[in-house]
């Protein structure tokens, strides 16, 4: 990653990551406590030009694998700000929970009902600055 590291709109290089195996302990987050997490593996490749983060590839989980407790895939862009919270996403979110994630969070699903496929997955547009995301359901 090139450019001023205090100003992310200045930003060019890319970001590749590969995770494999990621544990996240129970926890209590805003007093929901959230169950002990697996993911089989994780993968990042990211681009960034002149401030703009083009995401090549971004996903959490291994399709198709029922043992990970969260099945995520990220698509879209966002345009870094001069300070990172006044940047802007123009994201498309796709993710799956585990029975397990759901049975201790079963409000989680009343929320995000909106964005529920047929299929179970959930679809959800983010846009707006980062300092005040805009979630949208997709029906896709």
Partial sequence: ????????????????????QVAIEAQNIAG???PALAISEG????????????IKTFRLGKPGNAADDLNAALTGDIQLGRQLPA????????????EKVKTALPLLDMILQSGKLADGDYSW????????????????
């Avoid at 090139?2 to 995770?19: C, F, I, V």
């Avoid at 490749?45 to 083009?54: A, I, P």
């Avoid at 940047?87 to 585990?98: D, G, I, Q, V």
């Fill in 1 to 20: 990653l090139q450019g001023d590291l205090q100003t992310p709109s200045t930003w060019n290089g890319t970001l590749k990551l590969q995770l494999s």
């Fill in 32 to 34: 929901f406590n959230l």
């Fill in 87 to 98: 940047s802007t996403l123009n994201l498309k979110a796709k993710f799956r929970f585990s």
């Fill in 125 to 140: 547009q983010i846009s707006g600055p980062l300092s005040a995301p805009m979630p949208t359901p997709l029906k896709n």
């Fill in 43 to 54: 993968i990042a490749d990211l681009s960034v030009v002149n401030g703009k983060t083009s």
